[in-house]
């Protein structure tokens, strides 16, 4: 029976999707100028945004294509037209003549030759310039990109007090300039791979090759190659395929926005993935223990590091199990509440029509319209969205007897804690239901259950071989100078950590 299910329901996906495919057709350049500009054409029409031009020097012709509002067009006229045009050729052949008209342009100007008109249609759609000459069989490519673009700032998501106020944005090569400023070293790796079947997005892996484990880097490479979708919008959309294999709530893909924390996680050995047009890199492997990690932990007193740090954790349970300890306390465990505070609870819960579970698992779900609307609405609005949402309808349900004061500050409490960590609030928020409903059916018996589920998934988890929880199962004694707790610079300068060596 589930067999037949699942067949008609591919049977059905089938009906209404279709494979994607890569358009790896491999087209040489064709001798003469009209043959390859009809064949842009036939790729490209209608684009009223490519331009075509052919011109005509002692005889010898000259195609140029170009995509308008992705180049510089005061720098093509300027240092590429004019020079090529007004150059004096010796020689009517083809070959030597490209050769020529590359040799007059301007050294700052990035140049390459290519024999593929499909690979060459893909570079001049990424802002490059293509010229070809009549009787040669190949085209060059002049990098005289300029498009669009948001300019440095400083990241919404991963604000520091004393960190550098820069962070990643949509432009590619700026992304690995801001590392290139920070890693000024010739070990600084990066290769550039093409993702998408139709969007060909570059996505350039980034490592330091003498730190590097080369296991780690090829099945990165490997994994990257393998990636089949269509389009490629972000990064999200390679995390899964660079993840662990194994179902878990946590990912071994690490994210971010900062040049300076991408800088931190590449001296480790650790391997970082910039796609073209986002601004959040990924890395890795990537730990448990790092989720409570910060620049800042590492710019302060390490005795001030070292109590955020159990600040956070201490968050990321509270925000996960408050809600189903307390679902749990009331509905089987009221004699672990103190004397003092029973009659008030009970008083407060024996006004509300509903069971304590289905109380917080109502209260959790309208907290989280709350969230989804002060974020999807224009900045202005969402902080009045929020605003209204805590205070005006929290205070009106506990009035009207539909929600409990104390479900209410439990709940509350909860989300607070929930933001402390915003990379694993997925997972809070998840683990925070389930953890409600296992409490409102089976008590403690049930909440730890889950418990050592969660604990004995993290422990399978092992992203590239390095243990997710390592160190601190199994334990890495040497390492834990920064895990929970941190040494001074002054030790850790001494020698860095070797994240490949965190496996033996």
Known sequence: MVINVKNWYRKK?????????????????????????????????????????????DGIKFGFVMLDGMCDNELITEQLIIPIMRGIYETADGE??????????????????????????????????????????R????????????????????????????????????????????IRTPVLKTEILEVGATSKTRVCIVYLSDRVNEKTLESVKKKIKNASFDVCLGSGYLEPFLGTEKASFFSGVGSTERPDVLTAKLSEGKIGIITDGTPYALFVPHLFTEYFHSLDDYLKK??????????????FFVGIFLPGIYVAICTFHQEVIPETMIFDICLQESFVPLPVMIEALIMHTVFEIVKEAGLRMPK????????????????AAVSA????????????????????????????????????????????????????????????????????????????????????????????????????????
């Not at 036939?42 to 009223?48: A, D, E, G, I, N």
């Not at 593929?116 to 010229?131: H, V, Y």
């Not at 400083?154 to 290139?180: M, Y």
Request: net charge positive; no cysteine.
């Open 302 to 315: 390490p005795y001030y590091a070292v109590s955020i740090r159990l600040l956070k954790i201490a968050a």
């Open 96 to 137: 030597k003549v490209l050769e020529a008209a590359a040799d007059l342009i301007s050294g700052s100007i990035d140049k390459s030759i290519q024999y593929e008109l499909n690979a060459s249609i893909r570079e001049m759609l990424s802002g490059s310039l293509l010229m070809f000459v009549e009787g040669s069989e």
């Open 401 to 504: 007897g539909l929600v409990a004061a104390p479900m209410l500050i439990i709940i509350g409490l909860t989300s607070i804690s929930s933001f402390v960590i915003p990379s694993l609030y997925d997972v809070s928020s998840l683990l925070r239901v389930i953890l409600i409903i296992v409490g409102g059916i089976s008590g403690f018996y049930g909440i730890m259950l889950v418990f050592a589920t969660v604990i004995i998934n993290m422990a399978a988890v092992a992203p590239y071989g390095i243990p997710f929880t390592s160190p601190l199962s199994p334990t890495k004694t040497g390492a834990w100078r920064d895990s929970v707790f941190r040494a001074d610079w002054r030790t850790l300068g001494k020698k860095r950590l070797q994240t490949d060596r965190l496996d033996k």
């Open 139 to 182: 085209a060059v490519l002049f990098g005289v990109q300029k498009f669009p673009k948001r300019s440095i700032s400083e990241p919404d998501s991963e604000t520091q007090e004393r960190g550098s106020k820069e962070g990643f944005s949509e432009s590619f090569k700026d992304n690995v300039a801001l590392l290139r400023r920070k």
């Open 13 to 57: 996906v089938d009906e209404i999707t279709a494979p994607t495919k890569s358009d790896d057709e491999k087209t040489p350049v064709k001798p003469t100028v009209a043959e390859n500009l009809e064949y842009l054409k036939s790729k490209l029409t209608p684009s009223f945004d490519v331009k075509y031009r052919k011109s005509e020097v």
């Open 380 to 395: 202005s609005i969402g902080n009045a969205v929020s605003i209204v949402g805590a205070l005006v309808i929290g205070d």
